[in-house]
């Protein structure tokens, strides 16, 4: 993949290269997340699993992907 095809982001606060054009969506999927257990945010905002796929990435943005917690 070249240099031109792929963008910078950071990931959980490390820096991550994703294909341009790529979703939140997919990468959920890519790092083999199961979009129903993971909640996510984009430059400190948080994402509903129904807007993901429309939640294109760009070169910068910082994405969370973290667990909910559940508990009583």
């Not at 979009?35 to 939640?55: H, I, L, S």
């Not at 070169?59 to 667990?67: C, E, M, N, R």
Request: with cysteine; net charge negative; hydrophobic share 40%.
């Amino acid at each position: 993949m070249s240099d031109e095809q792929e963008i910078d982001v950071a990931l959980d606060g490390r820096p991550h290269r994703v294909r341009r054009g790529t979703t939140l969506a997919a990468l959920v999927n890519e790092l083999g997340h199961e979009p129903q257990q993971v909640t996510t945010a984009v430059n400190g905002t948080f994402v509903r699993r129904d807007e993901r796929a429309a939640c294109v990435l760009q070169a910068g943005d910082a994405v969370l992907l973290f667990q909910p917690i559940v508990g009583g």
